[in-house]
């Protein structure tokens, strides 16, 4: 199994983030594969409201979420 942890604060060494980093750990313990992504430093733009997606699977919009959609897609479970 494939487990992405994706910490959304921006402490960076909060209680958020210890939190994550302990829960990974436990699902490495019982054999998952683990990878995780902070979105603090990330150059992530809000939706335009063009419906791209909708029509094509994929957003206009060249930021750093083309990397996240795929780190998201390749996992099995996401905390």
Known sequence: MKV????????SNGNSSTLL????????????VINSI???NLDINGCI??????????CVIKDDMQN???MI???????
């Not at 897609?73 to 905390?79: E, F, H, P, Q, T």
């Open 21 to 32: 980093k302990k829960v990974l750990e436990g699902a490495k313990a019982n054999g998952a």
């Open 68 to 70: 996240i959609y795929d």
């Open 4 to 11: 992405l942890g994706i910490m959304g604060s921006p402490r």
């Open 49 to 58: 409201n063009c419906n791209a997606c909708k029509r094509t699977g994929k």
């Open 38 to 40: 902070s979105l603090n």
């Open 73 to 79: 897609n390749d996992a099995d479970s996401s905390i």
